[in-house]
């Protein structure tokens, strides 16, 4: 494989790449609530009424549902910059800490998928004008 080929893979893997994190993220939050509850701001839930637990749940089938988009390349550029807000908000709460730092790095990657757009091997670069 020469140069050329593997540069025009290295959007696709970080895009899919960066999917997988979200995927497993969402499924385990989906899978184990109390885990993850605690992660939630007490503020947010005194604020809207909504249980941590429910926050969690919606939480990890947006991070699902969005990681999914991402892996198949629908909305690459919409997509990836919700999940890049979405990463601003958890660093946000996290603060510096060793986790927040790791979600900085994720951030980054993912406005680097936002800028790039759509990929060769994705749904949008197939089913999209050229010009896009």
């Given at each position: 494989?020469n ?14 790449g ?9 499924s ?22 909504i ?10 089938i ?23 807000l ?18 900085v ?10 800028f ?9 670069k ?7």
């Open positions: 494989m140069k050329t080929n593997m540069k025009k893979w290295a959007p696709a893997v970080l895009r899919l960066l999917a997988m994190v979200f995927i497993w993220f969402g385990n939050q989906l899978l184990n609530q109390a885990m993850w509850m605690g992660l939630i701001p007490k503020s947010l839930v005194s604020m809207t009424g249980s941590a637990g429910t926050f969690v749940i919606i939480n990890g947006f991070e699902i549902f969005m990681a999914t988009l991402l892996a198949f390349g629908i909305g690459i550029r919409i997509v990836a910059t919700l999940l890049f979405h990463l601003i908000m958890i660093i946000s709460d996290l603060g510096l800490t060793a986790v927040g730092i790791r979600d790095g994720l951030m980054f990657a993912m406005l680097s998928v936002a790039h757009g759509a990929d060769e091997y994705s749904y949008d197939i089913n999209l004008p050229q010009s896009v």
